[in-house]
Structure formats: C-alpha cells, structure tokens
C-alpha cells in the first residue's frame, strides 16, 4: 500500500508498506479522503516535540471498515466510518473523568501512532465512528477539525447573548465560528485576522463582523464593545493579555494554542473582571456530536474545503496549505 511517511523531519515521502492485519479490537480502514493539517506540516518541519520517526502522519481521515480484528463484531465491515485520533488508556485520573484527549498516556493517530495518509489504516474499533449516509464522503474527514470547536465550546458554554471574538480565521477560527453561529446561535461573532482574504473566508463562515488587525489596533476598532467569549485559534502568545483587556466583566476566554513562548499577564487583569481561561486539547469523545451538528445541517463542512489533490501530490498539497494561507484553507487529499 502506499503511505505518506516522515521518514526523518524535513524527509517526505510516498512509501510503499506491507498492508497492516487488525489486532484484537481494531479494525483496518481503507482510507478514502483525508485533510491536511497544520501539525502535520509541524511533525513534516520537525516541530511537534511529540512526534516520533519514522511517522505516517494524517489524523483528519475518513475511509471504509474493510478488516477487523478479534473480538470486533463482522457487521462493521462496509460501514462508512471517521477517525476519532484519540487514543486513550480509559484507567487514569483524566480518562476516568472524561477527559482522554490528556491522557497520561495519550497515543495520538497520525502523531505518536501511524495515521491517515496512506491507503490503509489500523484503528481501534472504538475510533472509528460510523457516518450517516447524509454526510458526504467528499467532506467526512472534517468531522474531527469541528471537534476542535466542539471541545472548546463545551468549556465556554456560549449563549445566544453573547458577543463572541475570534482571534483568527484559519481553519481552527472558521470552525469555532460555524459552531457559534450554527449550534449555539450566538447573537454577534466578530472576527479578528491579518489576511483580508481569511476574513472574506471568516464572512463567508457565518461571521457577523470582520476586523483586520494588521495595522490598527482591536481595542480602537472595537470602540469599547466588550466581547463576552474570546477564542484564541490564531495561537499567538500576546493574544492573552491583549483579550484580558478587551473581555468584558464576566467574560470567558478560551485558548487552543500550543506555544511555548510567555506571555505576560497580571493577576490583577483577570480578577478585578472575574475572568474565566479555559484551555482545549484535541476532542473528548466529540465525535458522535459533531456528526449529528453535520447530518443536521447545523455546519457547512464543504464551506472550508478550498482544494482536492490527489495523495501522489502529496508535497504540492502540503507546500499550498503551508505557504499559501490567502487562497488556501483545508486542502483534502484524495486517496
Ligand atoms: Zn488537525
Ligand atoms: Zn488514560
């Protein structure tokens, strides 16, 4: 079969590898479309510190059960299934309070496990979630890029009353706002990027306000409107401090990023506003939610989906999502 391999970082190439068997409780896909992601141009660079090498990277993946191993149920060969990445032990403290997506032995597929961006994958059987015909194979592979959102909804809780902030419009931003907007039905998302075109994106995603940063500041622009709910998807570190500023009393701010720059902040900026930080990792257990949001029509998957390329063109496709952010959002590779 041919798989996507990382032999070493900056080393990409099409391998070819034996077809893996199942084990007991897993089942092997045969992988169908699979969406690029910026971790996986990160473990390509040699900079997720999580990655182990050689690695075939992919965690975004939708395919077809078409093995299964021991103890899994014949009944799921054929079934149209996403990929949940979370690998978790189910005996930790975190596992044991819902929370695998942090588990203190965490195996992420496409990261610390062979993942997607191969003809075939072994998963465990309960990763691998069943589709309802209404979603189509074309935009499947987006269910887990909208976990993202869905986890870090579930800790902001949004409410129709809020007025919603969005620090960036890539595809971590466009999926909070498709969820804010469709899901929860939030009165007023605002949308704050550097790149005109991603907040064209941002509008077409449902945003109500878009703002460029670039040059003016968010605090002139906004002109004293105190957003309620803050969503840092733009993962740079000066954006705490900067929405403790701008929150209002009450305010809750969620944050997704993965730096391990400082940043600056005083005790006195969140208690004297009683703010509330949330972060978010991943998904726990999201999945069965958001393919409900999409066979409900509640998010417009294909919304994001500016380009199919065939998984030969494996390094074209990742070269466009990486350097070309004004004309490309998620790229799906077809397999
Ligand atoms: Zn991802
Ligand atoms: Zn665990």
Not at 122 to 132: C, I, Q, R, S
Request: hydrophobic residues 40%; proline residues 7%; negative net charge.
């Amino acid at each position: 079969m041919k798989s996507v391999v990382i032999e070493q970082p900056e080393q990409l190439s099409i391998a070819q590898r034996a077809e893996p068997q199942p084990a007991a409780g897993e089942v092997r896909v045969k992988v169908k479309y699979a969406s690029i992601c910026g971790s996986d141009v990160h473990i390509w660079h040699g900079h997720n510190p999580f990655a182990k090498y050689p690695r075939v990277i992919g965690h975004e993946f939708f395919g077809i059960i078409d093995a299964v191993g021991a103890g899994v149920d014949p009944a799921r060969l054929g079934v149209r299934v996403a990929v949940d990445p979370v690998v978790s032990c189910g005996h930790c403290y975190p596992c044991s309070v819902g929370r695998p997506n942090v588990c203190s032995e965490l195996q992420v597929i496409g990261v610390h496990r062979d993942g997607g961006f191969s003809e075939f994958s072994v998963v465990p059987n309960a990763n691998a979630w069943a589709l309802p015909d209404n979603i189509d194979d074309r935009v499947a592979s987006l269910v887990e890029p909208f976990t993202i959102a869905a986890n870090i909804c579930a800790f902001l809780q949004p409410q129709p009353q809020d007025i919603a902030l969005v620090y960036g419009a890539g595809p971590m931003g466009l999926t909070a706002i498709q969820v804010l907007k469709g899901v929860y039905g939030v009165k007023q998302v605002i949308v704050a990027d550097r790149l005109t075109q991603r907040l064209q994106m941002a509008s077409d995603n449902g945003a109500d306000l878009t703002l460029n940063n670039a040059e003016t500041p968010l605090a002139v622009q906004l002109a004293g409107v105190q957003p309620t709910l803050i969503i840092d998807a733009a993962c740079h570190p000066y954006i705490l401090a900067e929405a403790t500023a701008l929150a209002s009393p009450a305010g809750r701010i969620g944050l997704l990023g993965f730096s391990g720059a400082p940043c600056t902040i005083t005790q006195q900026s969140l208690t004297s506003k009683e703010l509330s930080i949330f972060t978010s990792r991943l998904n726990s257990h999201r999945f069965p939610q958001v393919i409900r949001w999409m066979s409900e029509g509640k998010i417009a998957p294909s919304k994001l989906v500016t380009h199919y390329i065939p998984l030969d063109e494996i390094e074209r496709a990742m070269t466009l999502f990486e350097k070309d952010p004004r004309s490309c959002c998620k790229v799906i590779l077809e397999i």
